[in-house]
């Protein structure tokens, strides 16, 4: 994988988890997401910015395990809430 592609992926991995918590403001989703993943905000906000020029192997496979487990998380967030939305039609006699 050429090191644009690899800082391509790590930025846009950074942007959508800024992106998910922009509603706060950006300021605080730049800290959020720099504590989630033990960067710097300067980093973060680079990452944001597109900015960056190198990532090393080890920072990449670093942001990137611990966004699959972000989204794994999320994931199984949603589900309960499924499960939750879907007893509560059937407990209410609303399911098609």
Do not use: P, Y
């Not at 710097?40 to 944001?48: D, F, G, I, N």
């Not at 990449?60 to 509560?88: D, G, K, N, S, Y």
């Amino acid at each position: 994988m050429s090191g644009s592609t690899l800082s391509d992926q790590f930025q846009n991995a950074i942007s959508a988890e800024v992106e998910a918590r922009r509603a706060r403001g950006l300021k605080a989703a730049f800290s959020e997401v720099a504590r989630l993943f033990g960067l710097t905000e300067r980093r973060v906000r680079a990452c944001w910015h597109h900015e960056i020029r190198r990532v090393s192997a080890d920072e990449f496979e670093a942001v990137r395990t611990r966004r699959r487990a972000l989204l794994v998380q999320r994931h199984e967030q949603l589900e309960r809430e499924m499960a939750v939305l879907a007893a509560t039609l059937d407990a209410e006699g609303l399911t098609q």
